[in-house]
């Protein structure tokens, strides 16, 4: 590769970071990339970690040693965090969203990959200290959000099935009881899809009484797996308490005036 200046070779190794949040990098491979010694390549990452600090987009951590390297944890917390909460919430709020039966319409979000990718770096930010091995969700609306969460954390999405595929193997099915129409429902997973005492974050898009996740949960007790917690987009205010403890939502849903049609939601700040 022809010389390039610093900063264009910052661009350019930033970028290779950045696509590859939670992988370890080795710092040869930067080396060999760019054609520079290895404490060339320690100057830089030290520049990119301090811009990313500084501007709350992330930091690099560093691994030592003959098998160590880079890798970029895309932490999404604090002020910029409840800045695109906030955002979120003033979309959520049109009063156009509003759907008979008081619920609101929320697809257009779930499907904004742009939005779905930052709120998800900040679920894995809430949870990185649960550090699991597996992400967990249900089709068919929370797998968007579910699929950025397991990329910040680079780790393996499973989705479970509302029934079995022939193609997928031999499987696992559960029935359980929705909380808050009491209808029962049917659970499906691959018995591939999740090793024993593997540690497993459940992600959903809304939860009202927390029938669905409490059903995941069980799903993966019966596949010997762990849960270390729970994360929705949005979550009901009522019921109270729910049929799980261990959740985080993003944000609190207080319900709708019918009369001035104002959608009462609210992010979950971070402190």
């Known amino acids: ?54 501007f709350q987009l992330g930091t690099l951590e560093t691994v030592a040693g003959a098998t160590g390297g880079v890798r970029f944890i895309p932490h999404r917390k604090g002020p910029q965090a409840n800045d695109i909460l ?32 930052r709120l998800g770096e900040i679920i894995m930010t809430r949870f990185m200290n649960r550090k699991p091995d597996y992400i967990l969700t249900v089709e068919t609306k929370g797998i968007p959000l579910a699929v950025m969460v397991a990329r910040a954390f680079n780790k393996p999405l499973v989705i479970a099935r509302r029934d079995s595929k022939v193609t997928e193997g031999s499987a696992i099915s559960i029935n359980y009881v929705t909380g808050s129409s009491g209808r029962i429902q049917t659970m499906t997973l691959t018995k591939r899809a ?26 993966v007790a019966e596949m010997n797996g762990i849960v270390v917690g729970t994360g929705v987009l949005v979550a009901t205010e009522l019921p109270n308490p729910k049929l799980i403890d261990d959740y985080e939502a993003l944000f609190t849903f207080h319900g709708i005036n019918e009369t001035t049609k104002e959608i009462n939601i609210e992010p979950v700040y971070d402190s």
């Open 1 to 54: 590769m022809e010389k390039v200046r610093r900063v264009e070779r910052m661009v350019a190794m930033t970028k290779l970071l950045v696509d590859s949040p939670q992988k370890l990098i080795p710092l040869n491979y930067f080396c060999d990339f760019f054609g520079i010694a290895k404490s060339t390549v320690s100057e830089d990452l030290t520049c990119v970690r301090q811009s990313m600090e500084h």
């Open 86 to 117: 906030q955002e979120v919430r003033e979309r959520l709020t049109e009063p156009d969203r509003i759907i008979p039966g008081g619920f609101i319409y929320m697809s257009d979000i779930l499907y904004d990959w742009h939005v779905m990718t």
């Open 194 to 219: 999740i090793p024993a005492n593997s540690r497993v974050l459940i992600v959903d898009d809304f939860m009202k009484a927390g029938g669905t996740a409490k059903g995941l949960m069980e799903l």
